[in-house]
């Protein structure tokens, strides 16, 4: 065989394996495609799955699902994901609570970061401090100055231990150096109930679930928790206006398990960004408070690095802990 024939089938040989990647990629997905959501249906994060869900099934031409598998503070889906082939047929709905659960737990069977390769962002969901209305507070000062003028008197209602509201409660604790007794519940409907009662005084909800009683003057909201102001309280102040630094949020992304190959990563990479930047969907984002959050997958890898970080201190800081 001729030298340049040789090379010429050594180098086409060696083009292969790439071209059958981008191939796969081209042709992804051939059959249905399942998105573990870790907590049960109904709620913010279950319809945030079900968007996105239904949005890549119109865009790809393939079912994409929404599979819920609450437990364990969504770290059973975690774990199932984490465990599955990385072909991009199995993803999970990440959120909040896996930054969280990577202190919170002490026994987890995975390592988040190492064990999972980030996707795509898909919204960033505001929170806002709220009060019932017999609390003698019309804004953040006010509600720091009765705090601090009645310590152990003020209950922080949330929707579990570790749970997003928690944690950016103990976040306001922290920067504050206020004393509120923590309340956890299980589930953030339960935590509202009382909270409505005015058995507890002070809760950092995700917006879909209060905004019906903020509006109908139930609870009277403070800030919303985000660094900048909110389309959906477009009058409400931040937290961060008035102490220094503050910020916390729910948000959610799509990641896989790891080892998914690059070419997959960066096909819905882009479906999920092109999704999210219409028109309905931003609007169905919308109706749970939120906004698109649009990025590359390094872009949702540095965000899950600095929210684990973030998030670890507070729950050192609060001692709470799961075994």
Do not use: C
Not at 176 to 183: L, Q, R, Y
């Amino acid at each position: 065989m001729k030298r340049r024939d040789f090379l010429g089938l050594a180098l086409g040989g060696a083009a292969l394996p790439a071209f059958l990647r981008g191939a796969s990629a081209q042709s992804y997905p051939t059959h249905p495609v399942r998105i573990i959501v870790g907590v049960a249906a109904g709620g913010g994060m279950d319809f945030a799955g079900r968007i996105i869900a239904q949005a890549l099934t119109e865009r790809l031409g393939q079912p994409f699902f929404v599979d819920n598998r609450p437990g364990a503070g969504s770290n059973v889906g975690t774990e199932l994901v984490v465990n599955s082939p990385p072909d991009g047929y199995t993803l999970l709905l990440v959120s909040g609570a896996n930054a969280i659960n990577a202190t919170l737990y002490k026994k987890l069977n995975f390592n988040f970061i190492r064990d999972t390769t980030p996707i795509a962002t898909i919204a960033r969901v505001p929170q806002v401090m709220e009060v019932h209305p017999s609390v003698p507070a019309n804004s953040v000062p006010e509600f720091i100055a009765y705090a601090k003028a009645n310590p152990h008197k003020v209950n922080l209602a949330s929707a579990g231990n570790g749970s997003v509201q928690q944690v950016a409660g103990e976040l306001f604790r922290m920067m504050t150096g206020i004393d509120m007794v923590d309340v956890p519940y299980n589930g953030a409907g339960l935590a509202l109930v009382d909270l409505l009662a005015g058995q507890t005084q002070v809760m950092f909800d995700t917006t879909p679930g209060s905004l019906p009683h903020i509006r109908a003057g139930r609870l009277r909201a403070l800030a919303v928790t985000t660094a900048s102001r909110t389309d959906v309280l477009p009058d409400l102040p931040t937290v961060g206006e008035f102490v220094s630094g503050y910020e916390a949020g729910q948000w959610y992304g799509l990641a896989g398990p790891k080892n998914i190959p690059r070419d997959l990563i960066e096909r819905l990479n882009k479906e999920v960004n092109a999704a999210i930047a219409e028109p309905g969907l931003k609007a169905r984002l919308a109706d749970l408070g939120g906004a698109p959050l649009q990025g590359t997958p390094e872009d949702f890898g540095t965000l899950i690095v600095s929210e684990t970080d973030k998030w670890g201190k507070v729950v050192k800081f609060s001692g709470a802990s799961v075994d």
